[in-house]
């Protein structure tokens, strides 16, 4: 498992459990943290899920769109390539441009030499 740990100087502790997976990056905008989780799928194959977190109160935050919390919060289903913040409530993804997340699709998205992305923006 992955966590946030953060220790204050009075030596008090708060961690945030970040779920399994590899850690893949990170951006921060003012007091949120939106990390990219990957799961590796036998070195073929990643797919990452992101989880935001609030840094002051060490608490995840859900995105407003249940479909797209499921689709990109819940559980690592594409490759996302691309990570951004645009304003401090909405977010920018590149994400693999394929109809469906099985192992299949996603395998043969990787071995496209120019594999497309599309951009999904999410409202936080």
């Known amino acids: 498992h992955l966590l946030l740990v953060e220790v204050i100087d009075s030596g008090a502790v708060t961690t ?3 779920g399994e997976g590899i850690y893949a990056s990170a ?3 003012q007091q949120q943290a939106l990390f990219l989780i990957a799961e590796n799928e036998g070195n073929e194959v990643v797919r990452h899920k992101i989880l935001l977190v609030n840094l ?3 608490n995840p935050v859900q995105p407003l ?3 797209l919390t499921a689709r990109y919060f819940e559980q690592a289903l594409y490759p996302i390539t691309k990570l951004e913040w645009l304003s401090e409530t909405l977010i920018r993804l590149e994400v693999a441009d394929i109809d469906e997340a ?3 699709a996603v395998a043969s998205w990787y071995k496209e030499e120019d594999a497309a992305v599309v951009v999904v923006e999410i409202a936080l």
Do not use: N, P
């Open 102 to 104: 099985s192992y299949e």
């Open 16 to 18: 945030v459990e970040l």
């Open 27 to 29: 951006e921060v905008f």
């Open 65 to 67: 769109d249940s479909q």
């Open 56 to 58: 002051e109160t060490m």
